[in-house]
């Protein structure tokens, strides 16, 4: 009781101290943040061919998208089919379990679809998957 007494005559109030509050909060933060997966998208409205067995692929780290024009695109970009490859090569060796996921128009040529599976084996990415609508 002297301590809260003494403070008193001395004009000085009572506190709490709220930093180690700020603290945890600053480091759920952080955590969240470094923990959230992102959606991908490959950046162009394609519309995929319908399949009664389809299945939802929960980890597609590579997405590559076929329009009806046969263009290909990856993260909203056009790609040249010389340059699948090195692409492919590069956002496998950003994350290593990563699957390539082919979204591919229903107009689109299987001859544009074969040569983006080949760039894919080439890169060395042997998990590939199709999108398709159920």
Do not use: Y
Not at 57 to 85: F, G, H, P, S, T
């Amino acid at each position: 009781m002297r301590n809260f007494l003494t403070a008193k005559k001395s004009g000085e109030e009572a506190g709490v101290d709220i930093t180690p509050m700020l603290d945890v909060v600053f480091i759920m933060l952080i955590f969240f943040i470094v923990t959230a997966t992102f959606t991908k998208e490959s950046g162009i409205e394609v519309n995929p061919p319908q399949a009664a067995t389809a299945v939802v692929q929960e980890k597609a780290n590579i997405l590559i998208a076929i329009d009806d024009n046969n263009r290909v695109w990856i993260n909203r970009r056009e790609i040249d089919v010389r340059a699948l490859r090195p692409n492919i090569e590069r956002l496998h060796a950003e994350n290593p379990k990563g699957t390539v996921v082919i979204q591919a128009d229903k107009n689109s040529t299987n001859e544009r679809l074969v040569q983006v599976m080949d760039a894919s084996r080439q890169a060395g990415v042997f998990d590939i998957a199709l999108a398709a609508q159920e």
